[in-house]
């Protein structure tokens, strides 16, 4: 007889694979500005004059020494119209274009000869860094008697306004180029000329467009003294005489058309910038 023995087989279940969670990103740090806002620098402007008009509506300010936005606003209606504000911008204007292109014009030739080349650099820095330590308006007197109390000495002295910021910010850049590049520029084989125009000029543009707005700036604010004195016509002389009658609403039209014309021409600036400088990427971008 044969005893027959049967084993019962258990089967285990393998157990469910589990869903695998997807990993987790790291989350970054966002370190640049970000995204540049609409209209973001007339945003400062504006809350300015609104908390002007806020301030003038609450009675918070004397009318007499801060007039309200639109008693400003009135005025320049009214010298506008029927008084000499149109031919006091265009003199002003003519002033500042005149000493800001001849300015330009002396920064840029002196920074590269001072820049490229030694004798350059031994005749004419040491001389601009004494003439930096002057201050423009102490010359006033000084040219007034060389060039007589006419528009002469008014573009001259605008011109010397232009000139030093240009000169510094551009002779700056230049002797800042990496010479590396100029290692590769003599391992490729380029001539003077094409350095300059390949490596010198490209590589000098960013300081040379900082220089060009503190020059912009730099004219206005000459302007703004120069028309003040032995002037009979601008918007400076429109303001000396509205002190003289303590017409504050004239000084502050004034005031107000100086800040336009200034912020206007930096903002070309900024833009002839952007479209020179296009491939540069920097934080502002």
């Not at 005749?123 to 330590?133: F, H, M, Y």
């Not at 206007?264 to 296009?278: C, G």
């Amino acid at each position: 007889m044969t005893d027959t023995v049967q084993t019962d087989t258990v089967q285990i279940a393998a157990p469910a694979p589990v869903a695998s969670s997807p990993p987790r990103r790291a989350r970054t740090r966002r370190l640049a500005p970000g995204r540049r806002l609409p209209f973001a620098r007339v945003l400062g402007p504006v809350l300015v004059l609104a908390l002007w008009a806020l301030v003038s509506v609450l009675g918070l300010t004397d009318q007499r020494a801060l007039p309200a936005p639109w008693t400003v606003l009135v005025s320049l209606w009214d010298v506008w119209t029927t008084g000499t504000l149109r031919s006091d911008i265009l003199t002003s204007l003519q002033r500042a274009s005149l000493g800001f292109v001849f300015g330009l014009a002396g920064g840029v030739v002196f920074a590269l000869l001072a820049g490229l080349t030694r004798v350059g650099e031994a005749l004419i820095d040491g001389t601009v860094q004494v003439k930096r330590a002057v201050p423009n308006l102490g010359l006033i007197p000084l040219f007034i008697l060389w060039l007589g109390i006419g528009e002469a000495f008014k573009v001259v002295i605008i011109a010397l306004g232009v000139f030093v910021p240009i000169y510094i910010n551009l002779v700056s850049a230049l002797s800042g180029i990496d010479n590396r590049y100029v290692e590769l520029a003599r391992v490729v084989g380029l001539t003077r000329a094409q350095f300059i125009r390949q490596v010198v000029f490209p590589g000098a543009l960013p300081g040379f467009f900082v220089g060009l707005r503190l020059a912009v700036t730099g004219s206005w604010l000459a302007l703004v003294v120069l028309e003040q004195i032995n002037a009979t016509s601008g918007l400076g002389y429109m303001m000396y005489q509205a002190q003289n009658y303590g017409q504050t609403d004239l000084i502050i039209v004034g005031l107000l058309i100086y800040g336009v014309f200034g912020f206007v021409s930096d903002s070309l600036v900024r833009m002839l910038e952007r479209s020179a400088l296009s491939w540069r990427r920097g934080l502002s971008s």
